[in-house]
């Protein structure tokens, strides 16, 4: 009776290893984090204030792009949903789908950044990011912004030159 005890709880941890553990080789993953666009009214705002910071240097306007902006979207949610900021792979896209000479991309991540004139001093404060502003060629942009519930945000602008 006594092996038939013991044998029955060595399947029963075994059983509840596997459980605990799940099949190999399948990680658990956890669940998308949630987050929100924040809204055509925000991405315009840092859209003019680029411009603001355009016109001031005599350079041409830009135009909003349909088809650069779903690319800013996606590239903002993503990191929204990773909660990291990074310039991923893949602006090739843009050429593909929208054609151009010339594509660049800034990026920002900060709770200080629900202000749209916030984001856009803190690209022209860095030399990388206003060279890239004042680039006379751009001509098109889009703007893709997302927040976290904590207050994160998370944008994403692309700028083309046709």
């Known amino acids: 009776m006594h092996a038939l005890v013991r044998a029955a709880l ?3 941890v075994v059983t509840s290893a596997l459980v605990v553990a799940g099949p190999a080789g399948v990680a658990a ?6 987050v929100r666009p924040m809204g055509d009214a925000y991405e315009t705002a840092v859209l003019q204030a680029i411009e603001r910071r355009r016109v001031r240097r005599d350079l ?12 800013a979207e996606a590239r903002s ?9 990074v310039h991923y792979p893949g602006l090739g896209k843009v050429f593909d789908h929208c054609g151009g000479r010339r594509v660049g991309e800034i990026i920002a ?5 629900r202000d749209p004139a916030a984001v856009v ?8 990011h206003h060279e890239v ?9 889009a703007v893709g912004a997302w927040r976290d519930d ?4 998370f944008v994403s602008v692309i700028l083309r030159a046709p």
């Open 10 to 12: 060595a399947l029963l």
């Open 150 to 153: 904590d207050g994160m945000v």
């Open 121 to 128: 001093r803190a690209w022209m404060d860095s030399p990388s």
């Open 77 to 85: 949610r993503r990191m929204a949903v990773r909660d990291e900021m």
């Open 133 to 141: 502003i004042v680039r006379p060629s751009y001509r098109q942009a």
């Open 29 to 34: 993953s956890a669940p998308e984090r949630v």
């Open 60 to 71: 041409s306007g830009l135009t909003a792009s349909a088809c650069v902006d779903d690319v």
């Open 109 to 113: 991540r900060g709770k200080g950044f």
